[in-house]
Every structure is written in structure tokens, then in C-alpha cells.
């Protein structure tokens, strides 16, 4: 395992639409629920305990199991009740596949995975393990939301990679306890949720105009 191949996939300048997306910040933002670090402390907590844990998991089945690409990108899709937010996640697995494709030879998993078992099969071309992988995910979670937190808000950029330090020994064990479901039944992986997200992810696709598509 290479350190450098870790943070290559997990940064957030990799060409992979990330920056595009609030993962559903933009709306909560608009209906003041985040306005302050305090309150974006309390999305990202939130978001690392259900889609991060979902999306840890998932991604770290995907690493482990290229053979279980198709159902697990079926049990995601049973795990996203928003069209939005489905549209959003398959529309981020393209885009990562595309860069991933121009580093490493992926494996083949279908034209729009769901960005987590994206982000596995790339994970396994790149040497990494399902740990490594999860954490990546973790990572992501709430890297992407809180970097346009600090465009939406105009927030401190320092207070806010402060707190992303604070929550790093939560991505850590977010990953953790997805790693050791990850070998479970594709039913019985995490399907953690978050309601409030979904309602606000469609009506956030209605905007005629907004920062994030998503």
C-alpha cells in the first residue's frame, strides 16, 4: 500500500465532480438549519453516522468484492429514496470512474455505478485496502460538504479545517465499524438514513437557481 495512492483518491481536487456537490448542504443552508462551524459540526456528525456509514461500507464491500458490484449498486439504490440523490451519486461514480480509468486499470462495473462502489473499484485497482478504502469514504463524507460550507457561508476556511480535524477520529472509526460489516449479506449492510436530507434534496432540484447541483 502506498500512503501517496491514499491521498491521491481521497483528495478533494481529483477530477471527479465532487466540487460540484453540497451532498445536500445547499438546502439545509437555505432553510436555516446551518449557519455557523457549530452548526456545520452538527451536519458532518450527522452525515459521517448515516450516509458515511453507508458509504464506508459499501465502498469497502466494493474493494474486497468485485464480484458483488451489481447487487451492492442495487442495495444502494434501495438505500436512496431520493431521485435527486440517486441522480447526484451515480452522476459522482461516472465522473470518478473517468479519472480513475486514466490512473489505474478498473475493473469493469457498468457506466453509472453509485459513486461508493465507484470509489471501491478504484480502491482495489489502486493496491489499496478495504480499511484504506472505507476511510477514504469516511473522508469524503463530510470533506465535500464542508468545503461548500465555506462558499455558501463564507466561514472561516480555518475554523472549518479545524473542525474537520476534531471529526478525524470519527472518520477513523466510522471506518472501522464499516470494515467489519462489509463481508456481510448485501441486505444486512448499514442502511442508516436521514430523512430531512432526501425531502431537502428534492426540493433542492427544483431551484431554478443554485451554487450545487446537489
Known amino acids: 500500500m502506498s500512503l501517496a495512492t491514499l491521498l491521491l483518491l481521497a483528495d478533494g481536487r481529483l477530477p471527479s465532480g465532487g466540487h460540484a456537490h453540497s451532498a445536500g448542504l445547499e438546502a439545509q443552508v437555505s432553510a436555516g438549519r446551518v ?24 465502498t469497502a464491500a466494493a474493494c474486497v468484492s468485485p464480484a458483488r458490484f451489481a447487487e451492492l449498486d442495487a442495495g444502494l439504490d434501495a438505500r436512496t429514496p431520493s431521485p435527486a440523490l440517486r441522480k447526484a451519486s451515480r452522476a459522482q461514480g461516472r465522473a470518478l470512474l473517468r479519472a480513475g480509468r486514466a490512473m489505474w486499470p478498473v475493473a469493469a462495473i457498468g457506466r453509472e455505478p453509485h459513486q461508493p462502489v465507484a470509489l471501491g473499484a478504484l480502491a482495489a485497482a489502486a493496491g489499496l485496502t478495504a ?11 463530510i470533506t465535500g460538504p464542508a468545503s461548500a460550507a465555506v462558499r455558501l457561508l463564507g466561514l472561516d476556511p480555518y475554523a472549518v479545517h479545524a473542525l474537520l480535524a476534531r471529526l478525524a477520529p470519527d472518520c477513523d472509526r466510522v471506518a472501522a465499524a464499516a470494515v467489519a460489516r462489509s463481508g456481510d449479506p448485501v441486505d444486512d449492510l448499514p442502511a442508516a438514513g436521514a430523512p430531512l436530507l432526501d425531502i431537502g434534496a428534492e426540493h433542492h432540484a427544483t431551484w431554478e437557481v443554485r451554487l450545487f447541483a446537489s
Not at 35 to 58: P, Q
Open 131 to 141: 480499511t484504506e478504502a472505507a476511510v477514504a469514504a469516511a473522508h469524503g463524507t
Open 35 to 58: 449557519r455557523t462551524v457549530d452548526d456545520l459540526a452538527g451536519f458532518l456528525r450527522g452525515k459521517l453516522a448515516t450516509s458515511g456509514l453507508v458509504a464506508a461500507a459499501f
